[in-house]
């Protein structure tokens, strides 16, 4: 069943390739979310109640309908945000499928209850367990530049630890988001348990502002730290997945032409529009020629064009604000010094939303290309001389999500990994480790707080309650009322006989703790 919660005022998804209308929709009102989360909570007992097992067969059901539904979902991707078809396929529905995979195969192992030793002696009668219990209704609030990908994941995820879900899309791409509620629908979803509320920011504010348990929020560093403000003040947790400015270090001994094409595809994947873009790109100075001269001359080989033509490599951005700020961006480092090598120009002749690849020289770190997210088809390629130098390039700067190194020497790329302040460093490897479901995404500094995919990603979708269970029912503890003047002696023992580092003292200690045992008078 689908929920579409509906008021004034109205959004629209459009094709950006075409600018063809594909749906209108009432944005979700402050009492729509109410009302959505409200149900969502009334839901989540029962959810939590059918049981793990049940959970994550439904996650098995919802995977193989996604794989059977795989050609529609993304053409309807390429359709909405404007990425080719194939990218669609490769970055956002097999991703999502893998992660699914995952949760079937873990979420048993990791959501269960598991026995904790205790490493004191004084606390040996006792047996400690932990316990993963859902958080209750987690609100989603997705960006659009993978519409699919990213609600699906966190929603599966928060789904089987068995809490409920109302997801607010971006207000750019609600026909993806209804397709993944219609799809959670048919594998076996049970009522109210995920909802989404189509709206824009107003919508995405009233959901940060409801009875949820949980904000999971992907978006720009400014939209979060509104959320992070509102969430405050009722000390709501959060888990931000935050914008990126990835640096991409080369260095002397890198194949060239590998790192090059990675570079392109890095900076260039859907339009640029990448958490995880190459949006700086540093290279030592003896081969910056080189790798210079291979950029533009592969660049040149790109096609641009509407994502559903199985030519294209590169389609349009999302929206002409998004292309204005893209090509302010390229102005102000001309303005500055900078030089266009390839591309740096519109392509009205294809429509309003194309913006030609872009490679950037002489460029500084001053420039907003360096410093702001571009969140565009433009690789900004500046020459370094040292590893240091590299390394501070690289941390220079406000964001934290992922970094890449490219070298033949992997230990040596391993080491300068070490040295880089963000949530993700590749060797050799741009941006697939979004795709790996085992690692953790998520950022440092700017870029974020907390973390998606994996264990990581499951343990943010749970509270963990610590359950002591006590052996000797019939024994007071030793540490209870009725000190008397013995008993602050007779700890002075317990702690020599526990941490002191001289034999002897310990071995005295040790039959001065038995009269702590024995301690009489405890209340
Ligand atoms: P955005 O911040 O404009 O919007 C994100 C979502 O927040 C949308 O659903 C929007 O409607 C909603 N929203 C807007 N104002 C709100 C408010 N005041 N309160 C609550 N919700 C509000 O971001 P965008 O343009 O949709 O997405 C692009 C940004 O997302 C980029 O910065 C990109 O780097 C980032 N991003 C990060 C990751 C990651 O995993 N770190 C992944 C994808 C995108």
Redesign the pocket.
Known sequence: MVTVVMSSPKISSVNPATGDLLASFRCASELDVQDAVGRARRAQPDWHLLGLRRRIALIREFQKLLNENKAHIARLISQEVGKPYAEALSTEVLVVLDAARFLVENAFALLGDKYLAHGSWMTKSKRGWIRREPLGVIGI??????PFS?PAIEALTALVAGNSVVL????FTSLCALELESLLTRAGTAKDVLQVVLG??A???A??SSAIDKVV????????K??AR?AADRLLPTLL????KDPMLVLADADVDVASSGALWGAFMNAGQT?LSVERCYVHRKIYDRFVGLCAEKTRRLKIGNGLDSQTDIGPLIHEAQLRLVESHVIDAQARGARVIVGGKRLPELGANFYSPTILIDVSQQMRVMRE?T?GPVLPIMPFESEEQAVQLANDSEFG?AASVWTRDRRRGEKIAAKIAAGSIMINDVISCYGISEAP???VKA??IGR?HGSFGLEEMVGIKYVDSDLLPSLKKLWWYGYGPEFAGYMEQLTDLMFSRRRLKRLRAAVGSVRLVRRKGRL
């Open positions: 609030i997705s960006p659009w530049n993978y990213t607010k899309p971006s207000e824009d920011g919508t995405g504010t959901l940060v929020f992907t978006g720009s560093v400014q939209t979060g509104q959320v509102r997945e935050l914008g990126g958490c997210e969140f999500l995404h998520g950022g870029s974020g998606t």
